[in-house]
C-alpha cells in the first residue's frame, strides 16, 4: 500500500466555501503540501457522515479554537483496522487518512470495534465529543499532544490525560499480522512514523472531533 500520496481536493461540499470556514493563520496553512498524504477518500469509507457534525461542532466551539484551517476527525464507526482518523483541510477539501488506535474500555474483548464511549476516570475508554489541541511536551510515550476536552462527554480529557501519542500497537504491522490495532488507555494512538505529521497538521488550538455514525 502507498501509504505516502497526496491528494487535493477531492470532496464536493468541503471547500471552505461551502463551509464558511478558514484559517486563523495564514501562516500555518502555508506548509500544507510540504507533508505527503495517503490517496483516501473518506466518503468511501463512510466517514463523510461525520463532516457536517464536525462542522457544526467548530462553530460551537469556535471562540475557543485558535486556528480553523484544519480538523482531525475520528470516525470510531470504523474497524480498527481501517484508516478512520482524517484530517481534512476546510479550504482545499485535501484529506489525509490514518491508522488511530481507541480504549481497552471502549473494546473489552479486542474485537477492533470500538463498543462505547466513557469520560469516567479509570475507564480506560475512548470519549466522544470535540476537543481542543494543546501544547506538545515529551513523556512515557515520547513527544505527544495534550487535548482539552470542551463537551460534557469528554471534559474529563485532561485529569485523564487523553492525549495524541506514538505507540507501538498502532504500527499498520499490527494490522497484517492480526487483522487489528492494539488498544491505548483512552488515548488517540498513532503509528510513529505517522505522528509527526498528526503533531504538526493539528498544532495547537485545532479541533479534533470523536464520535461514530
Known sequence: MNRRNFIAGGLVGLTGAAYGLGSRSQAASRTLTSIPARPKNIARNGSIALIDRAKQAMAVHESSLLHTDRIGIADYSLHSAKE?????????????????????????????????????????????????????????????????????????????AIVIHGAWYAEPEMVESHGKLGRSQGCFAFSESDLPVILERLGPGRLLYADKV
Not at 476546510?90 to 469520560?119: C, R, Y
Not at 513523556?139 to 480529557?157: C, Q, V, W
Open 84 to 160: 478512520r482518523f482524517h484530517i481534512v483541510d476546510m479550504a482545499s477539501g485535501a484529506i489525509q487518512s490514518f491508522l488511530v488506535a481507541h480504549g481497552k474500555g471502549s473494546d473489552p474483548k479486542h474485537t477492533g470495534w470500538l463498543q462505547e464511549f466513557s469520560n469516567v476516570p479509570g475507564s480506560e475508554a475512548s470519549s466522544g465529543g470535540s476537543y481542543m489541541t494543546s501544547e506538545s511536551y515529551v513523556g512515557k510515550h515520547g513527544t505527544s499532544r495534550r487535548l482539552k476536552g470542551l463537551d460534557p462527554s469528554n471534559n474529563m480529557a485532561e485529569p485523564r
